[in-house]
Every structure is written in structure tokens, then in C-alpha cells.
């Protein structure tokens, strides 16, 4: 069964980093653009971040940029999000999402506190 699995969230203070990893089961990963997004309670889901099939091209929201990387390992069918610098505000579920074949992971919870 083709399936999206994000792990590495967790509770992390201010200022402090953390790196979300998906990985695809079921199908390959190279052949599609993927994105994370995040929701946090009583928001709507927001793009963070994009990468390119190849990974060469990548876009981010504005309220990230600077502070998180997406990446990704073909060869390990995953993508990555590399958070740094974390704020109060990102706290949220994040969720990765392959848009082309409308797939997402369940989440997981990053929370952002002292």
C-alpha cells in the first residue's frame, strides 16, 4: 500500500532545531515534486516548503525562509525538512504531501516552548 510517513517531530525550546523526515512506501518518490506543509490549531494548512523531483529547485513560504531547508534522498525514497532557528509560531502538525498523485503523510507534531 503507497504511503507517506513523517517522523521527527517532537518538543524542541525557542531557538532550537529539528529535522522531519517522510518516507514513501509503495511507490517511488523520484518521480514527483513534494511539498510540507503545516497546520497549527485553528489555522488553515499552509505550504512551507517545495522541492523539485530532482531536487535542484526549491521554494519556500516567506515566514520560513532562512530558517528551513527541504531536501531529499532518492535513493532512501525520503524528504526531508530541516527546521532551525524554531519560533513559538511554528509550532504546528506538519504534514508532507505529494500533490501530483494527491498523497499525504498522517503528521507529526512539532511543538516550540519553554
Given at each position: 500500500?503507497?504511503?507517506?510517513?513523517?517522523s521527527?517531530?517532537g518538543?524542541?525550546?525557542?531557538?532550537?532545531?529539528?529535522?522531519?523526515s517522510?518516507?514513501?512506501?509503495?511507490?517511488?518518490?523520484?518521480?514527483y515534486?513534494?511539498?510540507?506543509?503545516?497546520?497549527?490549531?485553528?489555522n488553515?494548512?499552509?505550504?512551507?516548503?517545495?522541492?523539485?523531483?530532482?531536487?535542484?529547485?526549491?521554494?519556500?513560504?516567506?515566514?520560513?525562509?532562512?530558517?528551513?531547508?527541504?531536501?531529499r534522498?532518492?535513493?532512501k525514497?525520503?524528504?526531508?525538512?530541516?527546521?532551525?532557528?524554531?519560533?513559538?509560531?511554528?509550532?504546528?502538525?506538519?504534514?508532507?504531501?505529494?500533490?501530483?498523485i494527491?498523497?499525504?503523510?498522517?503528521?507529526t507534531?512539532?511543538?516550540?516552548?519553554?
Amino acid at each position: 500500500q503507497a504511503q507517506l510517513v513523517e517522523s521527527g517531530g517532537g518538543l524542541v525550546q525557542p531557538g532550537g532545531s529539528l529535522r522531519l523526515s517522510c518516507a514513501a512506501s509503495g511507490f517511488t518518490l523520484n518521480k514527483y515534486a513534494m511539498n510540507w506543509y503545516r497546520q497549527a490549531p485553528g489555522n488553515e494548512r499552509e505550504l512551507v516548503a517545495t522541492i523539485s523531483s530532482a531536487g535542484g529547485t526549491t521554494t519556500y513560504a516567506q515566514f520560513v525562509k532562512g530558517r528551513f531547508t527541504i531536501s531529499r534522498d532518492n535513493a532512501k525514497n525520503t524528504v526531508y525538512l530541516q527546521m532551525n532557528s524554531l519560533e513559538p509560531e511554528d509550532t504546528a502538525v506538519y504534514y508532507c504531501n505529494a500533490p501530483t498523485i494527491r498523497m499525504w503523510g498522517q503528521g507529526t507534531q512539532v511543538t516550540v516552548s519553554s
